[in-house]
């Protein structure tokens, strides 16, 4: 066989071998259990966001697909944010038919496991009112407390909130009053939070709405 010939045999075979994908089946029954919890208490400003990482980087998994499956073998389409959020939804549908969320990875090779992130539910909020930030510190209270049920004396406090920032600069304005409230480390921030402060004045905005706003919890 000629070289040439020999090189085209083995471009066809590399071209025809796919890359093995994997899949994380995980039972829709936990994504319920905390979905519902926000929803009972009314905690409107927050919400539970999903992620696969790689358990041993703990960086995030690339997705391409996920599906829900119900015993039915029926499916829908659930929607993968830019982020890699899991847009989950909280339904009574797939909680009695036992349904199961199957995540597909675009690398086979890492190892996914799901991250769970209590954090402000409207991503595209960039000024924050007094008001505003200690209703959503005290339902990320709630929430946490309701986590722990009768143990919810052992939760840790939330002390204010945890800010992750597109960059450094998108800080626009704060008010004079939190600045010594404010600890930044290059685009992270960490704010306390006077849950006792519920003036409408603008505390807090951004040039671009944060990354996320999570709980920052005593350590």
């Known amino acids: 066989m000629s070289k040439m ?3 085209l045999l083995a471009t066809s075979i ?5 890359a093995p994908v994997a899949a994380v089946d995980l039972e829709y029954k936990g994504f319920y259990q905390r979905l519902n919890l926000i929803e009972e208490n009314k ?5 539970m966001a999903f992620y696969l990482v790689d358990s041993y980087k703990r960086s995030r998994c690339v997705l391409s697909d996920a599906k829900m499956l119900n015993k039915n073998g029926q499916h829908d389409d659930i929607a993968i944010a830019d982020d ?7 339904s009574q549908s797939y909680y009695d038919n036992f349904a199961v969320l199957r995540v ?3 690398d086979a090779g890492q190892n996914c496991i799901l991250q769970m992130q209590m954090q402000v539910k ?3 909020q960039k000024a924050f009112s007094f008001s505003e930030l200690a209703l959503i510190t005290w339902q990320m209270q709630e929430l946490v407390d309701e986590f722990g049920g009768l143990l919810s004396f052992m939760m840790p406090n939330v002390q204010g909130l945890h800010i992750d920032m597109k960059k450094a600069d998108s800080l626009k304005y704060i008010d004079s009053s ?4 404010l600890n930044c480390d290059g685009s992270v921030c960490k704010l306390l939070i006077d849950m006792d402060d519920k003036r409408d004045e603008n505390a807090i905005e951004f040039s671009t709405p944060p990354v996320v706003v999570a709980p920052w919890v005593e350590e």
């Open 84 to 90: 890699g959020q899991l847009l989950v939804p909280l």
């Open 43 to 47: 905690l409107d400003k927050i919400t």
């Open 5 to 7: 010939k020999k090189l």
């Open 122 to 124: 409207d991503k595209q």
């Open 104 to 106: 597909e990875q675009q």
């Open 14 to 18: 590399m071209l025809g071998v796919s």
């Open 178 to 181: 939190l600045r010594d409230a």
